[in-house]
């Protein structure tokens, strides 16, 4: 549940101060991981939307402070944590989808490239195999004659 109060004091040196709420009864600490990373100082006086909870040590204290006004005394609300988490998510979207776009682009270039060289590598490749590894084979049957029965010539019969 949210309350409203008033910054009563606050501490530089010690990063926290007290809350009075609006409708009176005990002071709250705050500590300055309560307030919303905008990059403003708490200033005494400041209006402030909070919440209560109570710390390791037992004792009550405000946490996810929102400010209900600016120093100009306008009505600015801090922007929540899930409103900051998801402005910075269209970012990281964008850097992977420019990411994404890359890898892409790579990739047919790269697979361009390998069609283009393909047929000389693989000339080079049948050389260096057949350089190393000699045809130890029985060479390939010999075509059958145009106009014989079988599709391939028949071994000739074994002597004994």
Request: hydrophobic content about 35%.
């Amino acid at each position: 549940m949210r309350f409203e109060g008033t910054l009563k004091t606050w501490d530089d040196d010690q990063a926290s101060g007290t809350i009075e709420p609006q409708g009176g009864g005990q002071a709250l600490f705050v500590r300055i991981s309560a307030f919303p990373g905008d990059a403003q100082a708490p200033q005494p006086g400041e209006a402030l939307s909070f919440e209560v909870e109570l710390s390791p040590s037992g004792r009550k204290q405000a946490v996810r402070v929102r400010r209900l006004s600016s120093q100009r005394g306008g009505f600015k609300p801090s922007r929540s944590r899930s409103e900051r988490l998801a402005a910075s998510g269209v970012r990281r979207r964008s850097w992977m989808v420019g990411t994404a776009a890359a890898v892409l682009l790579t990739t047919v270039g790269g697979l361009a490239l390998m069609r283009h060289y393909e047929p000389e590598a693989s000339a080079k490749f049948s050389a260096l195999s057949n350089e190393l590894n000699p045809d130890t084979s029985p060479p390939p049957l010999k075509a059958a004659k145009a106009g014989s029965k079988g599709s391939a010539a028949k071994p000739a019969p074994a002597k004994h």
